[in-house]
């Protein structure tokens, strides 16, 4: 019987997951893939995002997939094999709150998968604040230790410091993502057996999420996001303006927004939860 590869995507909040895998999903790479998108909240904004780039996705319901979906993760893993257009290669995108060696775990109790390895995304601008952060640091570390290749992102060439880093956080084979085919990266990966690894405990995180058709001033978002409570890690959606959409990003202290075209506010956001609430979230988001 052959079996179909399955690589993980790893990474923590707002390390690129999602930009690889858009690129991914555009380049002639003459594979028929299967994307599995799992975000943490009650919206799934990666599934809107990679729906515009025209992929048949297949986005799992809201939580951490390691914790709580794993039920969920084989079922689209059995219709994803089961289909008529069964896939040469399925890509998991985990959450940034996931551990990926659960959910590889889980790919291998299943005979017709084979294991593809682990890819983790690290934020080559935030890596630095994120290991000294004592509340991240063990998620962050333990993704990347997870990882058979470690894909540095936001950095065409990293400083040596993130090289000499990541080797100390026991990084398999770093390397700076750049322009280079996406599928290399991802396909040409020699993993560890999975044994070698290990799962890592999962820290609480306070979720948020709102749905809005009423628009906001568009003058007032950029005040608004500059107090916004620090214990928010990662915000992002869809910000409905009296000037127009945009699509925003909050990663730690960095903050982008672009225009786009959405007809309704859709965020979600999330911190550690022995840092900020969901309440006080609201409170601010509302006030």
Known sequence: MIRTPVTIVSGYLGAGKTTLINRLLQEDHGLRLAVLVNDFGKINIDDVLLMDR??????????????????????????????DTAPDHIVIEASGLSDPVAIANTVMNDARLSYGGI????????????????????????????ADTVLISKCARPADGVMQQLAELGARTPVVLGEAPVADLLFDVLPLPLGAKTKAAHRAYATWHH????????????????????????????????????ELH????????????????????????????RDEIEAWWTS
């Open 119 to 146: 890819v983790t995304v690290a934020d080559g601008e935030n890596l630095s604040s994120l290991t000294e952060d004592d509340l991240l640091r063990d998620q962050v570390v333990q993704q990347i230790r997870g």
């Open 250 to 277: 909050v990663v730690g202290r960095q903050v982008s927004a672009k225009r786009c075209e959405a007809k309704e506010t859709a965020l979600v956001a999330l911190g550690p939860a022995d840092r900020v609430t």
């Open 54 to 83: 025209g992929a048949e996705t297949v986005a799992l319901s809201n939580g951490c997939v390691c914790c709580s979906l794993g039920d969920d993760l084989a079922l689209a893993l059995h219709q994803t094999l089961s289909s």
């Open 211 to 246: 749905n809005s058709t009423t628009a906001i001033d568009r003058r007032a978002l950029g005040d608004k996001l500059a107090e916004r409570p620090e214990g928010i890690y990662r915000m992002k959606g869809f910000v409905l303006t009296n000037g127009g959409a945009y």
